[in-house]
Protein backbone atom coordinates (compact mmCIF):
# COMPACT_ATOMS: atom_id res chain seq x y z
CA UNK A 1 0.00 0.00 0.00
CA UNK A 2 1.18 3.53 -0.86
CA UNK A 3 -0.32 6.94 -0.30
CA UNK A 4 1.59 10.15 -2.30
CA UNK A 5 0.39 12.99 -0.67
CA UNK A 6 1.17 16.66 -2.85
CA UNK A 7 0.09 19.83 -3.07
CA UNK A 8 1.80 21.40 -0.75
CA UNK A 9 3.43 25.03 -0.65
CA UNK A 10 4.22 28.52 0.05
CA UNK A 11 1.13 30.64 0.31
CA UNK A 12 0.05 33.96 2.10
CA UNK A 13 -2.66 34.32 4.02
CA UNK A 14 -6.05 34.48 2.67
CA UNK A 15 -4.84 32.38 0.32
CA UNK A 16 -5.60 28.83 -0.52
CA UNK A 17 -4.46 25.26 -1.36
CA UNK A 18 -5.73 22.07 -2.77
CA UNK A 19 -3.54 18.80 -1.61
CA UNK A 20 -3.95 15.60 -2.93
CA UNK A 21 -3.16 11.91 -1.51
CA UNK A 22 -3.50 9.22 -4.42
CA UNK A 23 -3.53 5.85 -2.75
CA UNK A 24 -2.59 3.02 -4.41
CA UNK A 25 -2.19 -1.56 -3.40
CA UNK A 26 -5.82 -1.19 -1.89
CA UNK A 27 -9.55 -1.38 -2.14
CA UNK A 28 -10.00 2.46 -2.15
CA UNK A 29 -13.60 2.34 -1.36
CA UNK A 30 -13.39 0.49 1.24
CA UNK A 31 -10.94 3.05 3.27
CA UNK A 32 -11.00 5.65 5.09
CA UNK A 33 -8.91 8.65 4.12
CA UNK A 34 -7.99 11.27 6.86
CA UNK A 35 -6.01 14.49 6.81
CA UNK A 36 -3.34 14.93 9.84
CA UNK A 37 -1.07 17.81 9.89
CA UNK A 38 1.79 18.07 12.66
CA UNK A 39 3.53 21.67 13.05
CA UNK A 40 7.45 22.43 14.37
CA UNK A 41 7.40 20.83 18.32
CA UNK A 42 3.70 20.25 18.32
CA UNK A 43 1.87 16.80 18.27
CA UNK A 44 0.13 15.27 15.11
CA UNK A 45 -3.44 16.16 15.08
CA UNK A 46 -6.63 15.60 13.07
CA UNK A 47 -7.80 17.65 10.19
CA UNK A 48 -10.32 15.76 8.29
CA UNK A 49 -11.74 12.41 7.45
CA UNK A 50 -13.06 11.24 4.26
CA UNK A 51 -14.84 8.01 5.73
CA UNK A 52 -15.66 4.68 3.42
CA UNK A 53 -19.46 5.18 4.16
CA UNK A 54 -19.38 8.54 2.32
CA UNK A 55 -19.48 11.17 5.13
CA UNK A 56 -17.24 13.16 5.99
CA UNK A 57 -15.74 14.57 9.36
CA UNK A 58 -13.63 18.05 10.14
CA UNK A 59 -11.42 19.20 13.40
CA UNK A 60 -14.39 21.59 14.37
CA UNK A 61 -12.28 24.86 14.35
CA UNK A 62 -11.18 23.75 10.76
CA UNK A 63 -14.86 23.21 9.53
CA UNK A 64 -15.72 25.82 6.46
CA UNK A 65 -12.49 26.40 5.95
CA UNK A 66 -11.41 22.70 4.42
CA UNK A 67 -13.63 20.49 2.32
CA UNK A 68 -12.49 17.29 1.96
CA UNK A 69 -13.64 15.23 -1.23
CA UNK A 70 -12.62 11.84 -2.92
CA UNK A 71 -12.73 10.09 -6.52
CA UNK A 72 -12.95 6.85 -6.04
CA UNK A 73 -11.88 6.05 -9.68
CA UNK A 74 -9.14 7.87 -9.29
CA UNK A 75 -8.29 6.58 -5.97
CA UNK A 76 -7.55 9.92 -4.51
CA UNK A 77 -8.59 12.22 -1.37
CA UNK A 78 -8.33 15.52 -1.77
CA UNK A 79 -8.19 18.61 0.95
CA UNK A 80 -9.63 22.45 -0.04
CA UNK A 81 -7.61 24.60 2.00
CA UNK A 82 -9.21 28.13 1.76
CA UNK A 83 -8.56 31.45 3.66
CA UNK A 84 -5.35 30.25 4.95
CA UNK A 85 -3.59 31.22 7.81
CA UNK A 86 -0.04 30.83 9.50
CA UNK A 87 -0.81 28.69 12.19
CA UNK A 88 -2.03 26.16 9.28
CA UNK A 89 1.57 25.82 8.74
CA UNK A 90 2.67 22.28 8.77
CA UNK A 91 3.78 19.24 7.07
CA UNK A 92 -0.07 17.30 6.22
CA UNK A 93 -0.23 13.59 5.95
CA UNK A 94 -2.75 11.51 5.25
CA UNK A 95 -3.59 8.18 6.52
CA UNK A 96 -5.72 5.34 5.64
CA UNK A 97 -7.54 2.34 7.28
CA UNK A 98 -10.34 0.02 6.91
CA UNK A 99 -11.90 -0.79 10.80
CA UNK A 100 -11.41 3.07 12.13
CA UNK A 101 -14.64 4.02 13.90
CA UNK A 102 -15.66 7.39 14.23
CA UNK A 103 -15.10 7.83 17.61
CA UNK A 104 -11.20 7.16 17.24
CA UNK A 105 -10.78 8.98 13.99
CA UNK A 106 -8.38 11.48 15.61
CA UNK A 107 -6.63 8.74 16.98
CA UNK A 108 -3.07 8.57 14.73
CA UNK A 109 -2.70 4.85 16.33
CA UNK A 110 -5.93 3.55 14.91
CA UNK A 111 -4.16 3.98 11.03
CA UNK A 112 -2.63 0.84 9.16
CA UNK A 113 -0.74 3.33 6.54
CA UNK A 114 0.34 6.86 6.49
CA UNK A 115 1.60 9.19 3.31
CA UNK A 116 4.84 10.93 3.52
CA UNK A 117 3.60 14.06 4.19
CA UNK A 118 3.64 17.58 2.31
CA UNK A 119 4.70 20.73 3.74
CA UNK A 120 2.70 23.96 3.54
CA UNK A 121 3.64 27.22 4.74
CA UNK A 122 1.38 30.34 5.17
CA UNK A 123 3.01 33.73 5.37
CA UNK A 124 1.97 36.29 7.21
Known amino acids: VQLQASGGGLVQAGGSLRLSCAAS????????ISWFRQAPGKEREFVAA???????NYRDSLQGRFTISRDNAKNTVYLQMTSLKPEDTAVYYCAADQRVILSQLGNTREYDYWGQGTQVTVSS
Open 50 to 56: SRWTGNT
Open 25 to 32: GLTFRRYT
